[in-house]
Nanobody, 121 residues
């Protein structure tokens, strides 16, 4: 089973920056797409940014120009650099990944446990 562990959340003032990390672990797996989602209180979970294995990226309009997603395939790790943070960015941020397990060969989708990001005004 693939496990995802996020880190890097915390409390920051508006205008500040945070860097989230997501590390994947397990045995005999490959990762295709990875992404960051967030869920604020009373709201649905939404896609923040996504990245393919080849490095193509996609961002929510609300974070374009402020957030940058990246990944290190050799380390099975993904990052989210968040700059110029706003109070509206306050949410639990979740890491997501999909790919294939080797034995048995089958696709998977995995989620991390989430990390809290709080932006104060």
């Amino acid at each position: 089973q693939v496990q995802l562990v996020e880190s890097g959340g915390g409390l920051v003032q508006a205008g500040g920056s945070l860097r989230l990390s997501c590390a994947a672990s397990g045995t005999g797996f490959s990762i295709n797409n990875m992404g960051w989602y967030r869920q604020a209180p009373g709201k649905q979970r939404e896609l923040v940014a996504a990245i393919t294995r080849g490095g193509s990226t996609n961002y929510a309009d609300s974070v374009k120009g402020r957030f940058a997603i990246s990944r290190d395939n050799a380390k099975n790790t993904m990052y989210l650099q968040m700059n110029t943070l706003k109070p509206d960015d306050t949410a639990v941020y979740y890491c997501n990944a999909d790919g294939y397990n080797a034995i048995p060969f089958k696709p998977y989708t995995a989620w991390g446990q989430g990390t809290q990001v709080t932006v104060s005004s």
